[in-house]
C-alpha cells in the first residue's frame, strides 16, 4: 500500500520557517516527479513548488526566493524548506506523485500576523 505522510506544520510567526516533510512508504519515487501543493481557506489547491524527475525544480512566483523542494532519495522522503513566512502562506500543505494520484494527507501551516 502506498502511503504519503506529511509533517512540519505548525503555527509560526510571520518572518519564521518552517520545514515540511513527507515519508513515502509502499513504492521509491526517487525517479519520479513530486511536489507540494497548498490549499487555503476557501480557495483551490495551487502548487507551491515541484520537483521533475531529472531534479530540476519549479516555483511559482508567490513563493520564489523563500521556499525549496528537495528529496533525500535513501530516505525515501521529500522536504518543503519555507523561509519569511507570510500569512498568506496559511493553508493545508500536501505532498503528491500526482502522475500516480497519490496524495499524502496534508499537515497544517498557520502564519500569524
Known amino acids: 500500500q502506498v502511503k504519503l505522510v506529511e509533517s512540519g506544520g505548525g503555527l509560526v510567526q510571520a518572518g519564521g520557517s518552517l520545514r515540511l516533510s513527507c515519508v513515502a512508504s509502499g513504492r521509491d519515487f526517487s525517479t519520479n516527479a513530486m511536489g507540494w501543493y497548498r490549499q487555503a481557506p476557501g480557495k483551490g489547491r495551487e502548487s507551491v513548488a515541484g520537483l521533475a524527475s531529472d531534479g530540476s525544480s519549479y516555483y511559482p512566483d508567490s513563493v520564489k526566493g523563500r521556499f525549496t523542494i528537495s528529496r533525500d532519495n535513501l530516505k525515501n522522503t521529500l522536504y518543503l524548506q519555507m523561509n519569511n513566512l507570510k500569512p498568506e502562506d496559511t493553508g493545508m500543505y500536501y505532498c503528491?506523485?500526482?502522475?500516480?494520484?497519490?496524495w499524502g494527507q496534508g499537515t497544517q501551516v498557520t502564519v500569524s500576523s
Open positions: 503528491a506523485a500526482p502522475a500516480f494520484g497519490f
